[in-house]
């Protein structure tokens, strides 16, 4: 039979064991609290301090009782296909698009108008820098996997579309009491995340765990092509065509090829060239990431919008010069019987021979 004081003496250093882990740890209420008070400070040099931060367990219910109509919700698109969702009151908006617009926080009542898109996206940079920042601020902590990864997705209209939505069968809210600028505007913000149990939590950021729609989308086509340069030619010569004509190209045009992706979009330039026998295009991706269009380029659309920039100089526009009078077509020779059936070798000794042994740094 054990010892009575023995057991007293090792649950208290168990308390004390907890005690000291629960001191290094910061909470989840504690985390978010200076996650969005320093993404504030760092953004928009605004004083944000959170009057209260609670946490609640809900089931999907539970969650649109928290929704009240006329704010602001927005979708977080999170790992695995996890959907949750921010719920931002009329206050603590107009505060955010004021301090991002005119630099400082008034106190002018607020507009009775319907919501935007646009109202969403403002709010993106509080809401993903102050995700991103209680991640950070959990690092170790159990409810780490859980509440990690979601980011902004896109405006909701309300909340019965929220509660089509939001399918897990349990959520955790935090209702978070913001004020701005020492008292100027006073709001609350909703972080709704959804539950899941730790092995689903940790599967979920496996980077091989394949998407939720992954077999469906390998077998969406996708169709790319090929642009070496684009040329402009009045209708009175195009109209004259005849098999045999040549249209003259630029001597640099195998430099300034581009992949072009449906829609239009420029996917990356390239080198066209050779290798073992086959046509290459030796890519070089855009430096920023975005895939610009073929409206960036000023042939399409003129200069491009103040803000935006193209990744790469727009593809040369050749005007092709009118013919005086354009010559008679040479007419195709007679088929050769003998030739029927035999392959068709296409001869690239054209085309530069290409060298693959180089770095993608940027230069």
Sequence with gaps: MGDPASGDVLGQKASASRRAFEARAMSPAKALRRALARTADVLWDLPLVTQGVSQEILDQDGCLELLVPGTLLILLDGPGGGIGLVSVDRQLMTGLIEVQTISQVTRVPIEDRSLTPTDAAMMAPLIDGGLARF???????????????????????????????????????????????????????????????????????????????????????AQIEAVLCRIRLPISRISGFAPGDLLELPADCLAGMELMAGGGHRMARGRLGQVDGMRAIRLTWPRSGRAATVADTPAAAGDTEPGQKADWPAMPQIEAPEPAEAPEPAMAPEPDDSSQGTEIVEDFSDLPEMDFDFDFEDS
């Design 135 to 221: 991640e950070g601020n959990l690092e170790g902590h159990p409810l780490l996997a859980e509440l990690r990864g979601y980011r902004f997705g896109a405006m909701v209209e309300d909340g019965r579309t929220a509660g089509l939505l939001l399918d897990a069968p349990g959520y955790r809210a935090f209702r978070v009491g913001i004020d701005l600028a020492n008292g100027a505007r006073q709001g609350e913000l909703q972080i709704i995340l959804p539950e899941k149990a730790p092995a689903d939590a940790e599967a979920a950021h496996a980077p091989d765990t394949p998407g939720r729609h992954e077999d469906r989308l390998l077998l969406v086509p």
